[in-house]
C-alpha cells in the first residue's frame, strides 16, 4: 500500500511537471501578443510586479522570519532574474522564431554546471563533458550550419541564457537558507521594479491600447507565471530534482509546436536538427547525471 501510495505521488508529481512545461510554453506567446500592444519592457514590470503581489499573502507569515540579509540576497537574484528576462522579451520582440530563441534558453541546464565551477567550486561531471558537444553542435545548426547567419536575437538569447544560469547557481545558494515562496516572491518584485526603471528610461506608451491586449497580459501573469510556478513547486516537491529537471525539457518542445501553430513559424532543415541536437544533449546531461547520483548512492 505505501509503495503505491508513493507511486500515486509520483504520477500527479510528473504530471503537475508536464502541466507547468506547458503553461510555460503558452508563456512565451502570450508574452509575443501582449507586446504587440505595448512596450516590452513595460510589460515585464507589469508581469511580474502584479504576480508578486498576487503571491505575497501566502507568503505574509514567512516574511517576518527573514533577516534583512535574507531580503538582500532574494532582491539581488530578482534584479538578476530582471536582466534575464529583459533580454528576454527583447530578444521576443525581435523574432518570430519562439521556438528557436526556446532552445537557446534551455541551454541554461548546461551553462549552470560551468558557472558552478569558479562559484562554488564545483567540477561538472562527466555526463556534462559528453553533453556540452552535441549542444554546440546543436547551436551550430540553429545559426544556419555551414552558412553564418547568427541573427541578433539568436546572441541575445544565448546571453540571457548565460545570465540564468548564474542566476540559477545564486538561487541554489539561497534556497538553502530562505523559504522558496518568500524567496520567489522578492524576486518576482525586484524583476519587476527593474522593468519599471529601465522602461521609464527607455520606452514611451502608446496613445491607446487594445482591450485584447489586456487579455493577454492577464493570461501572462495568472496561469503563465503564478499558476505555473504552484504547479512547478508542488511537482518539485514530490519528485527527484533530475527526474524534475529532464520533464521541464518540454518547455521548448511546446514552445516549437505552438509557435508553428500561432505564427506559421518556418523550420528548416538545420533549425530542426539544431533543436534536435540541444533537446539530445539536455536529455544525455540529465539521465547520465541521473545515473552517477544512483551509482554514488549504491557505493555510499
Known sequence: MFNNSRLKFSNSAELLLVLATMLAGCGWIFSKQSIQGIPPFAFISIRFVMASLILMPLCLSAFTKLTLRDVTKAAFAGLLQGVVLLLWIFSVSMTDALGEGAFIMSLSMLFAPLMAWPLMKQKPGKS?????????????????GGEWHTSASQITFLI??????????????????????????????FTGLLGVVVSLLMES???????SVWYWVCASILPATCLRFLAQIAGQKHTSATNAAIIMILEPLWTVL??????????SFHKVTGCLLILTSLVVYKLRDRKHQRSGRLAG
Open 128 to 144: 556534462f563533458w559528453q553533453a556540452l558537444p552535441v549542444a554546440i553542435l546543436g547551436l551550430y545548426m540553429l545559426s544556419g
Open 205 to 211: 506608451w502608446p496613445e491607446s491600447v487594445d482591450t
Open 258 to 267: 505552438l509557435s508553428i501553430s500561432v505564427y506559421g513559424e518556418q523550420m
Open 160 to 189: 540571457a541564457a548565460l545570465t540564468l544560469a548564474l542566476q540559477f547557481n545564486l538561487n541554489g545558494l539561497y534556497v538553502k537558507s530562505i523559504p522558496v515562496l518568500p524567496l520567489t516572491c522578492i524576486q518576482f518584485l
